[in-house]
Nanobody
Framework: QVQLVESGGGLVQAGGSLRLSCAAS????????TGWFRQAPGKEREFVCV????????YYADSVKGRFTISRDNAKNTVYLQMNSLKPEDTAVYYCAAGISAPRLAAGYSDYWGKGTLVTVSS
């Protein structure tokens, strides 16, 4: 069993940066691929990024590629999302997720979800 708790959300101006954290419980956390999703007001949840993609690489949605970076610290059981050059359209609740399969996780089939943290980007 893995529990995920996100933090680090807040209000930031366009062009600014934020780093989200996702603290995981469970001794088997290192076995899982982890990813981030987001849900803007009135929209469906969408994929942002995932780690442990093919060959251990990372995979990003086109909308965030080059601006967002996912990383993890297994010793701390924590996953991070560094978000730079933020845009108003990045405003959303951001969710951390974990799953055995990175491709399935990227498709939204997660074994575990956090409750989310709100990011608001002002113009």
């Amino acid at each position: 069993q893995v529990q995920l708790v996100e933090s680090g959300g807040g209000l930031v101006q366009a062009g600014g940066s934020l780093r989200l954290s996702c603290a995981a419980s469970g001794r088997t956390f290192s076995r899982y691929a982890t990813g981030w999703f987001r849900q803007a007001p009135g929209k469906e949840r969408e994929f942002v990024c995932v780690d442990r993609w093919s060959g251990g690489s990372t995979y990003y949605a086109d909308s965030v590629k080059g601006r967002f970076t996912i990383s993890r610290d297994n010793a701390k059981n924590t996953v991070y999302l560094q978000m730079n050059s933020l845009k108003p359209e990045d405003t959303a609740v951001y969710y951390c997720a974990a799953g055995i399969s990175a491709p399935r996780l990227a498709a939204g089939y997660s074994d575990y979800w956090g409750k989310g943290t709100l990011v608001t980007v002002s113009s």
